[in-house]
């Protein structure tokens, strides 16, 4: 069995053969995406493999970032602002701010501009009844406009289109005459549902994962083919559920945030092992912090998520919160001159400063640098150097008045908050004590960062599972001890094979207790 997980930073590929676990670290590349993918595989030796299972932060990464393709939304003539308004809920600190804009509303970062946004003149009524037809002349010329706005995908959504599909059948026919073959997504297929923004919210997210996923999907496979690979293609979806890759596609926003649900699965699984049926899992990857509640052992399934505050996805999913904090967070400087980390994110590409990869803005990773929490010469098995003058320069860069140690102080301290306000926030909204629970940090920066969380958020304590700690933490700990050797297991690092003895105990954790 060999399975990826594709994450905004690195891509970190498994296999495991004949009780031998393999691993390897490649860097994500936004230009191909399958291209590390494969160059992991190739490594681990593909061929021969049963299945290969993908999950992925990819598409969770690029709608926290906004990197996304253009896309054109068609709704009911009036309805063009819905996915603006969203349901107009305020997360609880900012009920009596005046200022608070939701994070995808057209004064910040939408996901589709409005100018993006269409209206359609037709109205069907609760029963499913027609009260206007669909006026197509003037679907054409709207559409006309979104052909000379060169939108790569389209999303519909018409009001009670979820009682009676045909106003959305006849315009995804008429996208294809104007626009031609590209992707497009209708609610009434996607998310056939009451409450027009839940639908409208999921149909676009599921175009956007089309136009990310679907050639991503055919050049892997065919990548896979080329390698040896005979068996299963399987995507995880946002319940953990393996799918095969043909199918995923079909509604490819299930896997929106399959790499997180994969995680908390894993850390259900883990816990079982370890006797801790109680936790709060974080995965800190280089883009995003995913965190989610176990509780006796089991995830909680929710039959919605939300991307982001009031950014709705109707599917069946672990209960899952994101947040803008990794590794690869960008440090910046606020309007009021206070530091900032994230959500912003240096990615693969150029990457943190330290990288030596183009970067020129300092991000938490190149604080972890300055700190000394990372090894400049044992970063990624030795396999890169790191710039710690690069990552000097970075912060020397930010327009502040505070000192080069003040910046790196504070970085590190925002990061920390950052992450720690979003393990409370999951667990104060799934109603569960911190103190009952355990804290599972992994992800490439979880188990470097997570520990400093128990200052502020009063976990039990931190468990580091030695298998996703070893593959994605770039500092080489020793983290796995054999119950019948005290030789430690020697770090997974890129490109490195290593044996792991089928009598290691699995009930061994490197654990920080709060004090």
């Given at each position: 069995m060999i399975a990826v997980d594709v994450g905004g930073t690195f891509t970190d590929v498994v296999a495991w053969r004949d009780g031998e676990i393999l691993t390897t670290k490649v860097s994500t590349d936004y230009t191909e995406v399958a291209g590390p993918v494969l160059e992991g595989a190739q490594l681990l030796g593909?061929?021969?493999?049963?299945?290969?299972?993908?999950?992925?932060?990819?598409?969770?990464n690029a709608v926290i970032t906004r990197k996304l393709p253009k896309i054109g939304f068609l709704t009911t003539e009036g309805h063009r602002d819905i996915l603006d308004m969203g349901r107009v809920w305020r997360p609880t600190e900012a009920i009596l701010d005046p200022h608070w804009r939701r994070s995808f509303g057209d004064a910040s970062r939408p996901i589709v501009d409005r100018y993006l946004r269409r209206g359609i003149r037709e109205r069907l009524t609760s029963d499913g009844s027609v009260l206007f037809e669909l006026d197509e002349e003037q679907a054409r010329a709207e559409l006309e406009v979104l052909r000379r706005c060169d939108v790569t995908g389209v999303a519909i959504c018409?009001?009670?289109?979820?009682?009676?599909?045909?106003?959305?059948?006849?315009?995804?026919?008429?996208?294809?005459?104007?626009?031609?073959?590209?992707?497009?997504?209708?609610?009434?297929?996607?998310?056939?549902?009451?409450?027009?923004?839940?639908?409208?919210?999921t149909t676009v997210i599921d175009t956007l994962m089309k136009i990310i996923y679907t050639k991503y999907s055919a050049s892997l496979g065919e990548g896979l083919t080329e390698?040896?690979?005979?068996?299963?293609?399987?995507?995880?979806?946002?319940?953990?559920?393996?799918?095969?890759?043909?199918?995923a596609m079909d509604l490819p926003?299930?896997?929106?945030?399959s790499g997180p649900a994969a995680g908390t699965v894993a850390c259900a699984h883990f816990g079982d092992l370890i006797g801790e049926t109680d936790l709060l899992c974080a995965d800190v990857g280089g883009t995003s912090c995913d965190i989610s509640v176990v509780t006796g052992g089991a995830p909680f399934v929710n039959t919605s998520f939300e991307?982001?505050?009031?950014l709705v996805v109707n599917a069946l999913a672990n209960d899952i919160s994101s947040i803008?904090?990794?590794?690869?967070?960008?440090?910046?400087?606020?309007?009021?001159?206070?530091?900032?980390?994230?959500?912003?994110?240096?990615?693969?590409?150029?990457?943190?400063?330290?990288?030596?990869?183009g970067g020129t803005v300092p991000t938490t990773t190149d604080t972890c640098l300055m700190i000394g929490i990372i090894d400049p010469e044992g970063f990624a098995g030795g396999?890169?150097?790191?710039?710690?003058?690069?990552?000097?320069?970075?912060?020397?860069?930010?327009?502040?008045?505070?000192?080069?140690?003040?910046?790196?102080?504070?970085?590190?301290?925002?990061?920390?908050?950052n992450m720690a306000e979003g393990v409370f926030n999951v667990a104060i909204k799934n109603g569960v004590d911190p103190r009952d629970y355990s804290l599972v940090a992994f992800g490439a920066a979880g188990p470097m960062l997570l520990p400093a969380v128990l200052d502020t958020v009063h976990c039990k304590q931190v468990i580091v599972p030695p298998n996703p700690v070893c593959s994605r933490l770039s500092v080489c700990w020793p983290l796995t001890r054999c119950s019948r050797s005290t030789e430690a297991?020697?770090?997974?690092?890129?490109?490195?094979?290593?044996?792991?003895?089928?009598?290691?105990?699995?009930?061994?954790?490197?654990?920080?207790?709060?004090?």
């Open positions: 593909v061929e021969g493999s049963d299945v290969f299972n993908h999950a992925s932060t990819h598409g969770l018409l009001i009670n289109a979820y009682v009676n599909p045909v106003h959305e059948i006849r315009l995804r026919e008429l996208v294809t005459e104007v626009l031609g073959d590209v992707p497009c997504s209708i609610s009434s297929e996607v998310s056939p549902l009451a409450k027009e923004y839940a639908r409208a919210s390698l040896g690979f005979t068996g299963q293609l399987n995507f995880a979806d946002c319940a953990a559920t393996l799918v095969p890759a043909s199918r926003f299930r896997i929106v945030f991307l982001e505050h009031d803008g904090a990794g590794g690869g967070s960008i440090v910046a400087i606020g309007q009021s001159g206070e530091i900032l980390v994230g959500p912003d994110s240096a990615r693969a590409q150029p990457g943190p400063a330290c990288y030596g990869r396999e890169l150097d790191l710039d710690s003058a690069a990552s000097e320069r970075a912060f020397e860069g930010l327009d502040t008045d505070f000192s080069l140690a003040q910046r790196v102080r504070y970085a590190y301290e925002m990061a920390v908050n297991l020697t770090c997974c690092c890129r490109r490195t094979r290593h044996r792991r003895s089928t009598q290691c105990s699995p009930r061994w954790k490197l654990s920080f207790a709060n004090r």
